[in-house]
């Protein structure tokens, strides 16, 4: 399972989008590598890759609603803690082998909880940032 990142996942945030997308790749990319694609090194590399870059594109994400004062930080905050405990759990399956099971885990509860998360929580801190700058986020 591939997803494009197009105009329905912009936040209008251009750093942000820039994230999103380097993610949603490199996201797209283990869901193919789960499906046998790849070798397990293969997934173990792009599963690194989402742990290094996860946490600074979080990191980005967080300091830019503290700097604002964005009103729903908290609920925010507690999703992306969320996704780093599911990634987590992928990460730890994963070393008992590339399974059907763990391709279907990387497909539902990565690649859809983070383009949901685009979509719902990252367009509405998007919308705050740029409104809260005069419409020059960037």
């Known amino acids: 399972m591939k997803i494009i990142f197009d105009k329905t996942l912009e936040t209008g945030v251009s750093w942000q989008d820039k994230q999103h997308k380097e993610l949603l790749d490199r996201m797209s990319a283990l869901s193919e590598a789960t499906d046998g694609q ?3 090194e293969e997934i173990s590399r792009l599963l690194d890759f989402l742990d290094e ?3 600074v594109h979080f990191h980005d994400e967080e300091r830019a609603m503290h700097e604002s004062g964005f009103p729903k930080t908290l609920p925010h ?3 992306h803690m969320i996704f780093i405990e599911e990634l987590a759990r992928v990460e ?5 082998g590339v399974s059907a099971e763990l391709a279907e885990k990387v497909r539902v509860k990565l690649l859809e909880w983070f383009k949901n998360h685009i979509c719902v929580m990252d ?3 998007g919308a705050f940032l740029i409104k ?3 419409g020059r986020a960037s």
């Not at 730890?92 to 008992?96: F, P, Q, R, Y």
Request: net charge positive; glycine share 10%.
């Open 38 to 40: 790849l070798e397990k």
């Open 53 to 55: 870059y996860v946490v």
């Open 77 to 79: 905050l507690e999703k």
């Open 92 to 96: 730890a399956e994963l070393g008992k």
């Open 123 to 125: 367009k509405e801190l």
């Open 132 to 134: 809260k700058s005069g």
